[in-house]
């Protein structure tokens, strides 16, 4: 990549060396306020400061010579700019008025009768990875992994915007949910928006409400996302899926904190955190003209990047195991685990694999496992074909399992006609005897069986009939 093509850095930088990271830089601003005589310092750890009269704003200024709504303080790509909201007394810069404007350190902003004096802020940190093989919701003790406990550590607190990157099944929707909970917005809603999942012709609406009346089927007034979420965290799932055209509005709440319903006309302004995740390479996506490069600089404040599974496989036997003793999947009706461990050999062959789905198919792969299993073990036989026995491995010489499948001995009268025909006699012999031997088990009582066997009641009584089945004795009649 060309310098002409290069992407300035985002707002927080993090540094690497050989690959690895090697330190973050938290981009903050000091505020320091003077006004007859008073002097109040302000921190703040955000990529957009709203500064004005009313009470919604970062920075409040009791000053009858400020607008409401005055200025905002902002970042873009690596530096802060300044812009001046149609304010009635103008925005100064070293006493120069402005619209927009860079900000350099220690220039003096006047707004009215008040000066505030403007100081960056930076705070480097040596990023070294934790010792912990957890952090919140994400379960990992891989040295990629550690690091990122130790990023989110630092950032999670603030209100910096978060793109986490990485293949699909990653687990960017738990680090999403980790970075939420770890915030001062946790008691705040979380809410998630799939861009790739709504209509084209829904997006809008569901981003940013509409009013009653504004098209045909708005029958009442509707809060989109941004408003649902306020006071907490928006995550925008599958962000490279989003529309052209409606990522200028997208920028327009990060710069402006506030959103149009769609036949709206006034403003309304949102107090939220927003974290995104894509499994594209916005970067490229820039290039190629499929993003906007703007809407790229103002969400990119943080980046995470999640490794594959392949790429962190000691973590496969610890996450088996953590799906194995709390997935929802493995509880009986009292709560206790169904299947509490692996056989010999079977997390070996599940690290040996490449887990193209990454996570989510490792947790669907034991969910299955679970299902399948017909005791307290997850044997290798439970595991699907490619995984338990990829290729190369032979069947034949698997010390770990006997994988040996007896066929039935078939009569030879069970042989004649079309391969049809006999399947339809051995699927009828099967079902008569397990519906008798259902009701055995049961003492009779059609509930029970029906489910045990976890079909309809009706449908179990309409089997019975067809091979001539009664409960009505111990021994179970069965008409031939």
């Known amino acids: 990549m060309s310098d002409a093509d290069a992407i300035p850095a985002s707002a927080t930088k993090i540094t690497y060396i050989d690959g690895r990271p090697a330190t973050i830089t938290l981009r903050r601003c000091k505020l320091v306020v003077a006004r007859e005589g008073q002097v109040e310092e302000r921190l703040f750890d955000k990529d957009v400061v709203n500064i004005g009269a009313m009470e919604d704003n970062d920075l409040v200024l009791e000053d009858e010579t400020v607008s409401r709504n005055h200025c905002r303080i902002f970042v873009e790509g690596d530096q802060y700019l300044i812009q001046d909201l149609d304010s009635t007394n103008g925005t100064f810069v070293n006493r120069v008025r402005i619209r927009e404007a860079w900000l350099r350190p220690d220039v003096v902003i006047t707004l009215g009768k008040t000066e505030i004096r403007f100081q960056p802020f930076d705070e480097r940190v040596r990023i070294v990875p934790t010792e912990t093989?957890?952090?919140?919701?994400?379960?990992?003790?891989?040295?990629?992994?550690?690091e990122i406990y130790a990023i989110l550590e630092k950032i999670a607190p603030t209100d910096a915007t978060v793109v986490i990157e990485g293949e699909t099944g990653t687990g960017k929707d738990v680090v999403a949910r980790t970075i939420h909970g770890a915030s001062k917005r946790e008691g705040g809603p979380f809410m998630v928006f799939d861009c790739g999942a709504v209509p084209e012709n829904l997006i809008e609406s569901e981003l940013f409400g509409h009013e009653k009346g504004s098209f045909t089927g708005a029958h009442q007034t509707r809060q989109g996302v941004f408003e649902m979420a306020n006071g907490g965290t928006v995550f925008?799932?599958?962000l490279g899926e989003l529309q052209l055209d409606l990522q200028p509005k997208l920028l327009r709440v990060l710069e402006q904190r506030e959103v149009k319903r769609i036949g709206g006309t006034k403003p309304i302004k949102v107090d939220v955190r927003i974290v995104a995740a894509t499994n594209r390479n916005l970067e490229e996506e820039v290039r190629a003209g499929r993003f906007r490069e703007d809407l790229f600089y103002r969400l990119t404040v943080v980046r995470l990047v999640l490794p594959p599974l392949r790429e962190r496989r000691d973590d496969v036997k610890l996450l088996a195991r953590h799906f194995l003793d709390h997935g929802h999947f493995n509880k009986d009706r009292e709560g206790h685990r169904r299947v509490t461990q692996f056989a010999p050999g079977v997390l070996d062959r599940l690290s040996q694999y490449d887990w193209p789905g990454?996570?989510?198919?490792?947790?669907?792969?034991?969910?299955?496992?679970?299902?399948?299993?017909e005791s307290d073990t997850v044997e290798l036989a439970d595991v699907p074909e490619h995984i338990a026995w990829p290729r190369g491995v032979p069947r034949d010489n698997d010390s770990e399992t006997d994988v040996s499948i007896p066929l039935p001995d078939f009569r030879a009268s069970e042989l004649e006609g079309?391969?049809?025909?006999?399947?339809?006699?051995?699927?009828a012999s099967f079902e008569r005897d397990y519906i008798a031997g259902l009701l055995k088990k049961n003492n009779g009582?059609?509930?029970?069986?029906?489910?045990?066997?976890?079909?309809?009641?009706?449908?179990?009584?309409?089997?019975?009939?067809?091979?001539?089945i009664t409960a009505q004795d111990d021994d179970l009649d069965v008409d031939e």
Request: net charge positive; glycine share 4%; hydrophobic share 35%.
């Open 133 to 146: 093989d957890r952090y919140g919701e994400i379960i990992g003790r891989d040295r990629k992994m550690r």
């Open 236 to 238: 925008l799932d599958e």
């Open 358 to 373: 990454n996570v989510r198919e490792l947790h669907n792969v034991i969910e299955r496992a679970v299902s399948f299993s």
């Open 418 to 427: 079309t391969f049809k025909d006999a399947k339809e006699r051995w699927v």
């Open 445 to 468: 009582n059609i509930s029970h069986a029906a489910r045990e066997a976890e079909i309809d009641r009706k449908y179990f009584r309409k089997l019975m009939k067809k091979y001539g």
